[in-house]
């Protein structure tokens, strides 16, 4: 599904057809250990799924550059042994498919650097291409560009059918500050995501999305699900 002029949505992915560049965002390899340490006991399987999921997406899109916007790793303060081990795991995989692979910084990625440097794979703060700038979202920047991708909120939404609850991964589609925006929620397949019509939002870019658009994602396809205020008006 095309979500801007140029851009489609691949899965919880997003693809500029031009420049052939795939978008990633939040991947927060290494979130099944923050888990065992709450006693949450899950396997080890989001690597496997993560890398499943993506090659389907690789074969459907043949890109040129790989952007992984934000959050490559979960672990604030330090590089865990897994995450050392399954992030160069996770970088030589996407070497050998595409040309080159960017790192874009997000708060979780203070430390991101040495990894990054044992694949020879660039780090930046944000991403231009032409008038679109791709930003993790966590902070607010000062920019030209008419369009701004951000990662960071791991957008979803909940929803009902009579007495049936689901939750969806969901893109949302905006203005700021007169420039267009795109949300994109988390590539982890155990990051289900914050329950947008909940109002707490974390990225400063969205303090009020009620005329934002919401794509929600369900077995790979995305569908425009209409403005939030009025997926609100529906529900209440």
Not at 59 to 81: A, R
Not at 104 to 122: F, L, Y
Request: proline letters at 3%; charged letters at 30%.
């Amino acid at each position: 599904m095309q979500i801007s002029k140029g851009i489609n949505i691949v899965d919880t992915s997003l693809f500029i057809q031009k420049e052939k560049i795939l978008i990633i965002n939040d991947l927060h390899i290494g979130y099944e250990g923050e888990l065992h340490k709450k006693g949450i006991l899950v396997p080890r399987f989001q690597l496997k799924e993560i890398l499943i999921k993506l090659q389907k997406i690789l074969n459907k899109t043949k890109p040129n550059i790989i952007l992984i916007n934000g959050d490559l790793k979960h672990e604030f303060g330090g590089i865990s042994k897994t995450e050392w081990r399954e992030v160069l795991q996770f970088l030589n995989f996407l070497l050998i498919r595409v040309k080159k692979v960017i790192i874009i910084k997000g708060n979780h990625d203070p430390i991101i650097q040495p990894i990054a440097d044992k694949r020879n794979v660039e780090v930046v703060n944000q991403y231009q291409i032409g008038d679109t700038i791709i930003v993790h979202g966590d902070e607010i920047i000062d920019t030209d560009a008419k369009r701004i991708i951000i990662g960071h909120e791991h957008p979803a939404i909940k929803i009902h059918d009579h007495s049936k609850w689901e939750k969806y991964k969901c893109f949302l589609k905006g203005k700021w500050k007169r420039k267009e925006l795109i949300a994109v929620p988390s590539f982890n397949p155990l990051v289900e995501g914050t329950n947008i019509l909940e109002g707490r939002m974390l990225s400063p870019f969205l303090n009020d999305i009620s005329k934002f658009n919401v794509y929600i994602v369900n077995e790979q396809e995305a569908f425009d699900f209409g403005r939030v205020k009025d997926i609100l008006t529906k529900m209440s």
